[in-house]
């Protein structure tokens, strides 16, 4: 799913899946910023694994001291320069989250939110643990995925993606268990609470799940 957000839900498509979305949706996605925002200082040197097109870094420069995000798509990133308005206090770099471009504990704050740990299709235990890797000991670094509780209303914004084209058509017969197939080949899962248990065993960190406004679920890491 990286290639289909660098190729196909990019820039200002990807801004569009968030314009359209519902009362309650938006209401989801500022949660899961405040959330995050409780762990940042005007002193922390925050990373966003999976930027986009900066909507999540625009809130979190305005708290934190420096943020880098990092995305795989040069076309989100060069919307995100204009986007933020080029702040000074925040850095945009073309990266594999898989293989971070930074030395070990470089941030006091490493997050993956919006179910960007879903999104990345990748070995979920070393995304986790690349991402624990350049956070400092003492710091934190944040996962989320979607809350159980929310499918309703998920799968329903998924509809108005797909309505206005910037998802393929929901696949209505393989759509379920917290899993929205779409008919273009892209495929939204989740993480469960006890998958996140899984993922985070045997890292360096302290592990607290929690579900936040009943529509998302945490997996925050705080490193030993």
């Not at 359209?20 to 040197?45: D, T």
Request: net charge neutral; hydrophobic share 40%.
């Amino acid at each position: 799913m990286a290639g289909y957000y660098r190729e196909k839900l990019a820039a200002e498509r990807l801004r569009r899946c968030y314009e359209i979305a519902s009362p309650r949706v938006q209401q989801y996605l500022q949660a899961e910023i405040a959330y995050a925002l409780k762990e940042i200082s005007s002193a922390s040197r925050v990373l966003e694994l999976g930027c986009g097109y900066g909507r999540i870094l625009a809130p979190v420069a305005k708290a934190a001291g420096h943020v880098i995000g990092i995305d795989n798509s040069i076309e989100s990133l060069r919307y995100a320069g204009g986007f933020l308005k080029n702040p000074r206090n925040v850095g945009l770099v073309c990266a594999d989250a898989m293989s971070l471009p930074f030395d070990a504990e470089s941030f006091d704050v490493v997050a993956c939110l919006q179910n960007g740990i879903s999104a990345f299709r990748v070995d979920l235990s070393q995304l986790m643990r690349e991402g624990l890797r350049v956070t400092r000991r003492g710091g934190t670094a944040m996962f989320s995925s979607y809350a159980a509780g929310f499918w309703r209303e998920r799968l329903e914004w998924f509809r108005m993606q797909a309505a206005e084209g910037l998802v393929g058509r929901i696949d209505e017969t393989r759509t379920g268990n917290g899993t929205i197939v779409c008919e273009d080949g892209f495929t939204a899962s989740t993480v469960t609470p006890g998958e996140f248990v899984a993922l985070a065993a045997g890292l360096n960190a302290d592990v607290t799940i929690e579900e936040v406004d009943g529509s998302s679920l945490f997996c925050v890491l705080r490193r030993r």
